[in-house]
C-alpha cells in the first residue's frame, strides 16, 4: 500500500480500527447484532412491540447488574432476566392491557436493577458501562455467545416466520385456521428478549432497542414486499451500526448515542422519501 | 407494644426531617401519579408515559451538564417530549412507532449527557434511579404547589376527560373538542411523570404512575372511585417503600440500606398481582360485550 | 324454529347449543340446520350472540352446552374446510405487504417455516384473487387500499383452501353503500359458481334481501331460522325479543321496531361501539 493511501485511510478512520483484536470483536458482533434486529425489528414493527423492545433490554440490564454483583459473566444475567421478562409479559398480558403489564415488569426489574446496583460495593462501573454499552469490552469469547445466541434467535424467526406473519397482520383469521396467537405471541417475546440480551454490551440498555424499532420502521416507507423490507432494514441496521462504532472509536463517546442518532435519521429520510413519492404520484395521476 | 413499634419504624424514623419530607414529596406525586395514571392506563398510553420519563431523564442530565438544575431540566423535556408524541402520532399503530422513535432521539442524546455525567461520580445512578432521601427542602413547597395546580386542573377537565378517554368518537360527535383535550391531558402527564422522575427516579416513575392505577381499576369499574383508589394504594406503596427503606440499613449485605425505589415497584407489582385475583365485576363485562 | 328437508346431508348442524359467560347467558338452546350452498344471514342487533356463535362455529370458544356439528364432523379449530372472514383488520399504511401477500397467508400461513417462492402458490393465489376480482391488487400495498378492496382480499384469503363453507363476520359494517352491494353480489356469486355454502353475518338485512336463501335471526341469545318471509315477522320476532316488536316493510325496506326504550332495533341505523379492550369501564 502506498503511503499517501495509508495516510488517506488514516484521515478517514483512526489507525488500528480495523487491526486491534477488540475493534475486530467489536466489528463482528456488531454485524451479528444489525442482522437479527434487523430481521426481528420488522416484526417488532409490524406487531407495534416498540414498548416490549425498549423495555426488554432496560430488564436485562438489571440481570446484568445482578450477575456483575455475583461476579458471573453478565451476558448471562442479561439473557436470563431477558427472556425472563418477555416470558412474564407474555404469561401476565393475558386478560389485561398490554403495556400495562410491560410497564409494571419493567420497573419492577429496574427496581431489582436498583438493588442489585447498591450491592455492589465499589461503584458499579461494569454495570453502568452496559447502560451505555462499549466498544471495548468484547472479548472472543463473547463474540461466540453473541454469534450462539443470536443463531438461535434466527433459527426461531425462521421457524416462526409464517404464522407470525399471518398472526400480526390478520390475527382473527390466523387463530381461525388454528394459529395460537398465545404462544405465537410468547415466542416473539421470547426472540426479542435474546436479540436484546445480545445487544446491549455493544449498543447498551438505553438504547438497544433503536436498532429494533428504528430500521424497520423506516424500510416499511420504502417497500410494500416483507422479503424486501427485511433486507432493507437489515442494511439500514449494519449501516448505522458500522458507523456508529467507527465514530464512538473515534471520539470515545457512547455507540448508542451514534446508532440511535443515525436510525432517527435514516426513519426521518425514509418517510420524507415516501412522503414525496406519494405526492409526486398524486401530482401525475390527474395528467393521465 | 414499644418494641414492635420501635421494630416496625426504626428508631428516629418521624424525627428524621430527610425521612419527613421524603414521606411528604413521595405522598404528593404518589397521589398525582395515581390520579393521572388512571387516564393514561384507560387511554392505553403507558408507553408514552415511560417514555415521558426517559425523555426527563435526558434533560436533567442536559440540565446538570449545563450547570443548571435537575428540575428544569426534568420539566421542560418531558412536556416537549409530551408534544411532540401527541403531534407526531394521531393512529393508535402510528403512537407505537412515533413514540419509539422520538424516545430513540431524544434518549441518544440524553445518554451522551448522562455519560459526561459520569464523571460527576453518582450523577446518572441519581437521575436513574432517584433520591427521594436528598431531595432539596426548598424544592418542596414548589413541588407540592404544581401538584396540588395539577390536580385543580383535573378536576376541570374531568367530564370531557373521562369521555374522550372511554369513547373518542362519541365524544368528538357530541362536541368535545377530543384533540385538544388529549393535547392538554398530554402535558398533564408530562409534568406529573417529570415530578415524579425527578423524586423517585426516572427508571422508577412509570411503577407509580401505572402500577396503582391499573390496581384499581381492577378492583372498581367506575372511574370516580378508581382515581382516589389509585392515589390511595399509590400513597401507601411509597410509605411503606420509604418505611422499609429505612428499616433495611441494618439488613444484609451490604449495612448501608436496600433501595426505597426496589420497595415502591416491588409493592406496586405485588398489590396488582394480588388485584388480578379480584374477579372482575359483571358489569364491566355487560359494558365490554 | 322452522325445520326444512335438505335433498343433500347438512354441512352444519348446531344442536341445543347454550353459552354462559359469568352467570349471563349469552346463547340459549341455538337449534340450526344448514344445507350445502345455501346463502344465509345471520342477522340481530349489537350484543345478541352473533360473535360468540360466529366463535362457536370456528372452533375458537366451547360452548356451554350442546354440540356443533360441521360436515358430518365435531366443530375443532382450524379446520381447513371453513373459510373465515373477520370483520376488518387494522393495517397501517406503511405495512410491507402486497395484496399477494395478504391473501397467500390464507395458503400456508399458519404453518412454520418460510414460504419459497413457487409457480404452482403463485398460480393458487392469483387464481383466488381472480376470484374476487382483485388480480389487479396483486403487487398493490395493502396498508393503502380501501377497505372495500382489503375486504375482498381478505375473501380471497379465505377462499385459498377451497372452503366448503364460508363464514363472514359483519363484512358490510364499515363500507359505503355501493361498496357494500359489490361485496354482497361478489359473495352471492361465489356461492352459486363454487357451491360454496355462505353464513354472513350482519345487522342490516336489507342488502342481503335478494341473495340470502334463509335468515338466521339471533336477539337475546335466541335464534330463529327460515326464510325472511316467515322469520321476520312481528310475532315470530316478539318471542325472541320478549317484548313487542313490530316489523315493517316499506318499500322493498324492512324495518324492525322496538316496543321498549331500549330495544329500538331500526336496522337503517348502523353504529354501536365494539369494545375491545378487557378493562372497559363505566363513568
Redesign the interface.
Known amino acids: 500500500m502506498s503511503s499517501s493511501a495509508t495516510g488517506w485511510i488514516n484521515w478517514l478512520v483512526s489507525p488500528g480500527i480495523f487491526t486491534y483484536s477488540f475493534m475486530q470483536n467489536a466489528w463482528l458482533s456488531g454485524t451479528i447484532i444489525a442482522i437479527v434486529c434487523g430481521v426481528a425489528g420488522f416484526f417488532t414493527m409490524l406487531r407495534g412491540s416498540a414498548f416490549a423492545a425498549h423495555a426488554l433490554p432496560k430488564i436485562g440490564f438489571a440481570g446484568a447488574a445482578g450477575a456483575v454483583w455475583l461476579s458471573v459473566n453478565p451476558l448471562w444475567g442479561l439473557s436470563v432476566f431477558a427472556v425472563g421478562g418477555a416470558l412474564g409479559i407474555g404469561w401476565l398480558g393475558k386478560g389485561a392491557r398490554r403495556d400495562v403489564i410491560i410497564g409494571l415488569i419493567l420497573a419492577f426489574g429496574l427496581g431489582t436493577g436498583a438493588l442489585f446496583l447498591s450491592f455492589n460495593n465499589e461503584y458499579a462501573a461494569g454495570a453502568i458501562a452496559l447502560l451505555f454499552g462499549q466498544i471495548v469490552g468484547v472479548s472472543t469469547g463473547e463474540v461466540i455467545d453473541t454469534a450462539v445466541l443470536a443463531a438461535l434467535c434466527l433459527a426461531l424467526l425462521v421457524v416462526l416466520y409464517r404464522p407470525l406473519l399471518f398472526a400480526s397482520v390478520a390475527p382473527d383469521n390466523a387463530e381461525a385456521r388454528g394459529v395460537s396467537l398465545r404462544s405465537i405471541d410468547i415466542w416473539f417475546l421470547v426472540v426479542i428478549g435474546i436479540a436484546t440480551a445480545v445487544t446491549v454490551p455493544i449498543v447498551g440498555a438505553l438504547l438497544s432497542f433503536s436498532l429494533l424499532v428504528g430500521p424497520a420502521a423506516a424500510a416499511s416507507y420504502l417497500t410494500h414486499r416483507p422479503s424486501h423490507a427485511m433486507m432493507l432494514s437489515v442494511a439500514i441496521a449494519l449501516l448505522s451500526l458500522w458507523i456508529g462504532v467507527a465514530l464512538a472509536y473515534d471520539t470515545g463517546w457512547p455507540v448508542g448515542f451514534f446508532v440511535a442518532t443515525l436510525v432517527v435519521i435514516a426513519y426521518a429520510v425514509a418517510r420524507i422519501t415516501a412522503q414525496w413519492r406519494v405526492s409526486r404520484l398524486s401530482r401525475v395521476a390527474p395528467a393521465e | 407494644m414499644n418494641r414492635i413499634l420501635s421494630f416496625v419504624f426504626a428508631p428516629g424514623f418521624f424525627s428524621n426531617e430527610q425521612v419527613v419530607n421524603a414521606l411528604w414529596l413521595g405522598g404528593v406525586i404518589a397521589v398525582v401519579a395515581g390520579a393521572v395514571g388512571v387516564f393514561t392506563?384507560?387511554r392505553?398510553?403507558?408507553?408514552a408515559?415511560?417514555?415521558m420519563s426517559?425523555m426527563g431523564a435526558a434533560g436533567a442530565a442536559g440540565s446538570l451538564l449545563a450547570g443548571g438544575t435537575a428540575v428544569t431540566g426534568f420539566l421542560s423535556f418531558s412536556v416537549i417530549a409530551g408534544a411532540l408524541v401527541d403531534l407526531l402520532g394521531v393512529?393508535?399503530?402510528?403512537r407505537?412507532?412515533a413514540?419509539?422513535?422520538v424516545?430513540?432521539?431524544v434518549?441518544?442524546?440524553?445518554?451522551?449527557f448522562?455519560?459526561f455525567d459520569?464523571r460527576v461520580?453518582?450523577a446518572?445512578?441519581m437521575i436513574?434511579?432517584g433520591s427521594i432521601f436528598d431531595s432539596e427542602p426548598s424544592l418542596t413547597p414548589i413541588l407540592s404547589g404544581l401538584a396540588l395546580l395539577m390536580l385543580v386542573l383535573m378536576l376541570i377537565l374531568y367530564r370531557p376527560l373521562?369521555?374522550s378517554s372511554?369513547?373518542a368518537?362519541?365524544a368528538g360527535a357530541r362536541g368535545v373538542p377530543v384533540r385538544l383535550i388529549g393535547f392538554i391531558y398530554m402535558l398533564l402527564l408530562a409534568v406529573s411523570v417529570g415530578e415524579t422522575a425527578l423524586i423517585v427516579?426516572s427508571?422508577?416513575s412509570?411503577?407509580l404512575?401505572?402500577?396503582p392505577a391499573?390496581t384499581a381499576?381492577?378492583l372498581t369499574?367506575?372511574?370516580?372511585r378508581?382515581i382516589p383508589l389509585a392515589a390511595l394504594i399509590g400513597l401507601l406503596c411509597t410509605w411503606l417503600g420509604i418505611l422499609l427503606a429505612y428499616d433495611s440499613y441494618y439488613w444484609p449485605?451490604?449495612g448501608?440500606?436496600?433501595?426505597v425505589?426496589?420497595?415502591?415497584?416491588?409493592l406496586?407489582?405485588a398489590l396488582?398481582?394480588a388485584s388480578?385475583m379480584w374477579p372482575?365485576g359483571?358489569?364491566?363485562?355487560?359494558?365490554?360485550? | 324454529m322452522t325445520s326444512q328437508t335438505f335433498s343433500t346431508s347438512p354441512v352444519l348442524t348446531v344442536s341445543h347449543v347454550g353459552m354462559k359467560f359469568l352467570n349471563r347467558s349469552v346463547l340459549e338452546d341455538i337449534e340450526l340446520t344448514i344445507g350445502a350452498g345455501e346463502f344465509i344471514g345471520l342477522i340481530g342487533p349489537n350484543g345478541a350472540g352473533k360473535s360468540t356463535l360466529l366463535r362457536i362455529l370456528l372452533g375458537l370458544q366451547k360452548p356451554t352446552r350442546g354440540t356443533v356439528e360441521i360436515l358430518g364432523s365435531p366443530v375443532r379449530r382450524g379446520n381447513r374446510y371453513i373459510g373465515y372472514v373477520p370483520q376488518k383488520i387494522h393495517l397501517d399504511p406503511a405495512t410491507p405487504l402486497s395484496g399477494r401477500d395478504l391473501a397467500g397467508l390464507g395458503l400456508d400461513g399458519h404453518r412454520y417455516g418460510i414460504a419459497f417462492f413457487n409457480r404452482k402458490r403463485h398460480a393458487q393465489i392469483d387464481e383466488a384473487l381472480e376470484m374476487v376480482d382483485a388480480r389487479h391488487l396483486a403487487d398493490a400495498p395493502v396498508g393503502r387500499l380501501s377497505g372495500g378492496e382489503q375486504q375482498r382480499l381478505l375473501i380471497a384469503q379465505a377462499l385459498l383452501t377451497h372452503p366448503q363453507i364460508l363464514l363472514l363476520d359483519e363484512p358490510l359494517s364499515n363500507l359505503d353503500i355501493k361498496s357494500a352491494r359489490e361485496v354482497v353480489r361478489l359473495v352471492a356469486r361465489i356461492q352459486r359458481e363454487h357451491g360454496v355454502t355462505v353464513i354472513l353475518v350482519a345487522h342490516d338485512m336489507n342488502p342481503l334481501i335478494d341473495v340470502m336463501d334463509r335468515i338466521i335471526y339471533l336477539a337475546q341469545g335466541r335464534a330463529a331460522i327460515g326464510p325472511v318471509d316467515v322469520v321476520v315477522q312481528s310475532d315470530v320476532l316478539s318471542t325472541l325479543y320478549g317484548y313487542p316488536v313490530e316489523v315493517i316493510r316499506t318499500r322493498n325496506r324492512i324495518l324492525v321496531v322496538g316496543g321498549q326504550d331500549s330495544g329500538i332495533e331500526d336496522f337503517s341505523v348502523t353504529g354501536g361501539e365494539h369494545c375491545h379492550g378487557t378493562e372497559v369501564l363505566s363513568t
Open positions: 392506563v384507560l392505553g398510553q403507558s408507553f408515559g415511560h417514555a426517559d393512529r393508535p399503530r402510528d407505537d412507532v413514540t419509539g422513535l424516545l430513540t432521539a434518549l441518544g442524546l440524553g445518554s451522551l448522562l455519560f459520569t461520580v453518582g446518572p445512578e436513574l434511579f373521562v369521555f372511554l369513547s368518537e362519541t427516579g427508571l422508577l412509570t411503577a404512575l401505572i402500577g391499573s381499576l381492577r369499574s367506575r372511574i370516580g378508581a449485605p451490604a448501608r440500606g436496600w433501595p425505589s426496589f420497595f415502591i415497584t416491588g406496586v407489582l396488582y398481582l388480578r372482575q359483571a358489569p364491566t363485562r355487560a359494558l365490554a360485550d
